[in-house]
């Protein structure tokens, strides 16, 4: 894959973000979550009073220092800087607009699919999301597994332990938004068909 120009890869990191943040909004107005650390500030933020954004950016601080030692500088800031851009668009968007009277069904599927596209774009540009992400791209480098599958067994862990804590129709609805998220990466991120080097430049 030819490598993409620095202007390229910042617009492709803030509409990534973007979509991604659009996506944790719908899942937001039906009190669903979702797999990877975004499911796990998704539920703290249910459970606590902080915003989504500071608790995303603290579960997703772990897995940057292992981005570093196994992709490179570039992917890590890369990631870092989306990840920042998520949590900034998710607090801000309230500001903004409120999703009200919504069916749940729709928010689940509208806002997997979201996530989703904007996971694939930013995958596509040396970046990711930070969290497991990182850690389903490091099974996709090294094994050839791809990223969706990694991720969707991730997803699924997450989603069973909620189990304890939200109503069996919200975590219906997280299995349907996790579901549809998880086909979009799986169907267009294959290691075979996309190449992509993290290095550290």
């Not at 650390?37 to 292992?66: H, I, K």
């Not at 990840?83 to 806002?111: E, K, M, P, Q, W």
């Amino acid at each position: 894959m030819e490598k993409h120009t620095f202007q390229e890869d910042i617009i492709a990191m803030m509409t990534g973000s973007f979509l991604v943040a659009q996506g944790i909004m719908f899942l937001q107005a039906a009190h669903a979550i979702t797999g990877g650390t975004a499911g796990l500030a998704l539920l703290f933020n249910q459970l606590t009073p902080y915003s989504f954004g500071v608790l995303y950016l603290l579960c997703n601080a772990p897995f940057y220092l292992l981005a570093w030692k196994r992709f490179g500088r570039r992917f890590t800031l890369n990631s870092l800087i989306s990840g920042l851009l998520v949590s900034l668009f998710t607090d801000l968007f309230s500001h903004f607009i409120r999703l009200t009277d919504v069916n749940v069904i729709y928010c689940a599927i509208t806002g997997g699919l979201l996530m989703g596209l904007g996971m694939l774009i930013l995958f596509r540009h040396r970046s990711s999301l930070g969290g497991f992400n990182v850690f389903c791209l490091l099974i996709q480098d090294k094994f050839g597994i791809s990223v969706g599958k990694t991720q969707l067994c991730i997803d699924a862990s997450i989603v069973c332990a909620s189990l304890f804590y939200l109503s069996p129709a919200i975590i219906a609805v997280s299995i349907l938004s996790a579901a549809v998220l998880n086909i979009v990466l799986a169907m267009n991120h294959k290691p075979s068909r996309y190449s992509v080097t993290y290095g550290s430049s």
